[in-house]
T-cell receptor, first 114, second 116 residues
Framework: NAGVTQTPKFRVLKTGQSMTLLCAQD?????MYWYRQDPGMGLRLIHY???????AKGEVPDGYNVSRLKKQNFLLGLESAAPSQTSVYFC?????????????FGEGSRLTVL | DAKTTQPNSMESNEEEPVHLPCNHS???????IHWYRQLPSQGPEYVIH???SNVNNRMASLAIAEDRKSSTLILHRATLRDAAVYYC?????????????????FGKGTKLSVKP
């Protein structure tokens, strides 16, 4: 089982460049999430999706956009990267509401913005 | 969501049991207690969750105090692979989605070191 797969795993960008992180899950999960993790900050929710074609803002959505055109994929876009977006990004999915269900995480994507 | 308090770090010897405490004195009756762990350079990994009764699975046991104001994650025989940051998280079963409500709030957790 692949579970949750994130690509790319590493990326270096210059300020102002754009990029897209891809998250794919093969568990037929309805819910998908994008988090970022900074040193000493824990994980913070950027955007999430409760089903194909839906997206919603999380705790720190500014500077990011997302799309969920297919149930198995959740894309995170940075239109104009800033150094403050240097972080490790984690995608997660769940079959049920996160209150009672289990979140499955990808291995992370480390992004550096110069 | 109610907050949790965990020690910043703990040490254990390999093949010995580990008891990781979590205090949640303001827990509500509908809060589930979740535990996740994060190994170095990996994403968080689900460990266990429970509501009122003690829970066991292949990874660990969760002991919940009778008044639910604290809980303990028990690793029965620590291995070097168990060295990770362990997060204790509360989530209200009735909480919907919207803003930050739809997520599990990961604090700083407890960093567990396992000595050979």
């Amino acid at each position: 089982n692949a579970g949750v797969t994130q690509t790319p795993k590493f990326r270096v960008l210059k300020t102002g460049q754009s990029m897209t992180l891809l998250c794919a899950q093969d568990m037929n999960h309805e819910y998908m999430y994008w988090y970022r993790q900074d040193p000493g900050m824990g994980l913070r929710l950027i955007h999430y999706s409760v089903g194909e074609g839906t997206t919603a803002k999380g705790e720190v959505p500014d500077g990011y956009n997302v799309s969920r055109l297919k149930k198995q994929n959740f894309l995170l876009g940075l239109e104009s990267a800033a150094p403050s977006q240097t972080s490790v990004y984690f995608c997660a999915s769940s079959s049920d509401r996160v209150n009672t269900g289990e979140l499955f995480f990808g291995e992370g994507s480390r992004l550096t913005v110069l | 969501d109610a907050k949790t308090t965990q020690p910043n770090s703990m040490e254990s010897n390999e093949e010995e049991p580990v008891h990781l405490p979590c205090n949640h004195s303001t827990i509500s009756g509908t809060d589930y207690i979740h535990w996740y762990r994060q190994l170095p350079s990996q994403g968080p990994e689900y460990v266990i969750h429970g509501l009122t009764s003690n829970v066991n699975n292949r990874m660990a046991s969760l002991a919940i105090a009778e008044d639910r104001k604290s809980s303990t994650l028990i690793l029965h025989r620590a291995t070097l692979r168990d060295a990770a940051v362990y997060y204790c998280i509360l989530r209200d079963v009735n909480a919907g989605y919207g803003g930050s409500q739809g997520n599990l709030i990961f604090g700083k957790g407890t960093k567990l070191s396992v000595k050979p």
